[in-house]
């Protein structure tokens, strides 16, 4: 089992900048994929950022990507997401999300077994 906590949300104006933080605990993830997501009311729960536990290596949706950066910390265990220049479109309930099974599509919310509890972000124009 993987618990994945989320902190750092909050409400900024447009162009401001959030770092979302999420500490996994349980067991270790090396060689998980750690994702993380967003859903805004009455939309469905999009991908926004996605990294390698391992590798490093990163991804990003199109309506992110220059803005957001997603970095790990080995030693806290913890996936971080700093956002940038952000917009009131960005606003949305932002989920943590791990899976062992980097080798599937991890930009789709099904390969995610572990989920956090989310937390919201709200930008004001």
């Known amino acids: 089992q993987v618990q994945l906590v989320e902190s750092g949300g909050g409400l900024v104006q447009a162009g401001g900048s959030l770092r979302l933080a999420c500490a996994a605990s349980?067991?270790?993830?090396?060689?998980?994929?750690m994702g993380w997501f967003r859903q805004a009311p009455g939309k469905e729960r999009e991908f926004v950022a996605v990294i390698n536990w391992s590798s490093g290596s990163t991804d990003y949706a199109d309506s992110v990507k220059g803005r957001f950066a997603i970095s790990r910390d080995n030693a806290k265990n913890t996936v971080f997401l700093q956002m940038n220049s952000l917009k009131p479109e960005d606003t949305a309930v932002y989920y943590c999300?791990?899976?062992?099974?980097?080798?599937?599509?991890?930009?789709?919310?099904?390969?995610?077994?572990?989920w956090g509890q989310g937390t919201q972000v709200t930008v004001s124009s």
């Open positions: 999300a791990a899976t062992s099974r980097s080798f599937l599509p991890t930009t789709r919310f099904d390969t995610y077994k572990y």
């Open positions: 349980g067991r270790t993830v090396n060689n998980w994929a």
